[in-house]
């Protein structure tokens, strides 16, 4: 049948699984989307373990 679950994937299946999550995580968020107020890229930067997102036209 149709089973197909996260459940059942094997440990390397599921370590890519994980991480297209990530890179889906990280889309959703600003990453590479246009400034809401200008229109610019939206940049990421990590500091400390955190994920930063800022506009380099706003600096905010
Ligand atoms: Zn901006």
Redesign the pocket.
């Known amino acids: 049948g149709q089973m197909m679950t996260m459940h059942y994937l094997d440990p390397e299946a599921y370590r890519r699984a994980m991480a297209h999550r990530d890179d889906r995580h990280w889309v959703y968020h600003r990453a590479g989307l246009p400034?809401r107020?200008?229109?610019?890229t939206v940049l990421v930067e990590e500091a400390a373990g955190r994920k930063l997102y800022w506009?380099p036209?706003?600096q905010?």
């Open positions: 400034c107020v200008c229109g610019t506009c036209k706003c905010a």
